[in-house]
C-alpha cells in the first residue's frame, strides 16, 4: 500500500508485453540453435512441425483469456489521487525477474527439444513471444478507444505471479491516456522532439 491510503499500481499492457520481448529472443535463439542439429525427425519436419506451433502459440496466447480483460476493463474505475503509478521500466523488470527461472527452464525446454524434432521448440517459444505482443497491442487499441489507460494493483500481481487478469486481479483502474511513462498499448511513449 502506498502512502496516503493509496495503491501502487502498474500498467495492464506493461505487464502483459514485459514476457513478448525474452520469450520471442530466446525462442530464435534456441530455434537457430535447434537447426543445426538433424534430430529424430529430419530439420525439414521439424522446421515444418515448428512453423504450426508457432501459429498456434501466437494465436492462443494472443486470444485466451479475452473474456475475462473485457470484464476486468468494463468495471474499471478511476485511479485515485494517491495511487502510485509504476514507472514502465519498473513494471518490466519485476516481471522479468519474477519470471527468469520459467524463461530458463522453457529455453533449456525447447533446446532440448531440438534432439528430437529440430526449432520446434524454440518457434513454439517465439510463437508465445509474438502472442503477447498481439495481446498488448489488443489493449492499446482498447485503452486508445476509450480514452483511459488500464492499470492493476502491485499487490494483486504479486499474489498470483504477475498475471494481470489472474484470480487475484479484483478491478482495474483507469487514468487519462497521458498518465505514466508508457504509451497505450505498453510500449516506451516516444517524446517529440523539441524544435
Avoid at 540453435?33 to 530439420?43: C, K
Avoid at 487499441?141 to 492499470?151: I, N, T
Amino acid at each position: 500500500m502506498a502512502r496516503g491510503g493509496g495503491q501502487g499500481l502498474a500498467r495492464v499492457a506493461v505487464v502483459v508485453r514485459a514476457g513478448a520481448a525474452p520469450l520471442w529472443w530466446l525462442g530464435v535463439f534456441a530455434a537457430g540453435i535447434g537447426v543445426l542439429v538433424p534430430g529424430l525427425t529430419g530439420r525439414r519436419i521439424g522446421v515444418m512441425a515448428g512453423a504450426a506451433l508457432f501459429i498456434v502459440a501466437l494465436a492462443v496466447v494472443a486470444y485466451v483469456r479475452r473474456k475475462r480483460y473485457d470484464a476486468l476493463i468494463r468495471s474499471a474505475a478511476r485511479a485515485g489521487k494517491h495511487d502510485v503509478l509504476q514507472d514502465r521500466a519498473v513494471a518490466v523488470r519485476n516481471w522479468r525477474r519474477g519470471h527468469r527461472w520459467w524463461l530458463l527452464l522453457a529455453f533449456l525446454a525447447a533446446l532440448g527439444s531440438a534432439f528430437a524434432v529440430p526449432a520446434a521448440g524454440g518457434m513454439l517459444l517465439a510463437g508465445c513471444g509474438a502472442g503477447l505482443w498481439l495481446k498488448a497491442a489488443w489493449l492499446g487499441r482498447r485503452e486508445r478507444a476509450d480514452g483511459a489507460l488500464l492499470w492493476v494493483r502491485v499487490d494483486w500481481l504479486d499474489a498470483r505471479g504477475g498475471r494481470p487478469a489472474g484470480k487475484a486481479v479484483k478491478a482495474y483502474r483507469g487514468t487519462g491516456i497521458a498518465a505514466g511513462d508508457a504509451a497505450p498499448g505498453g510500449a516506451r511513449r516516444r517524446t517529440a522532439a523539441l524544435v
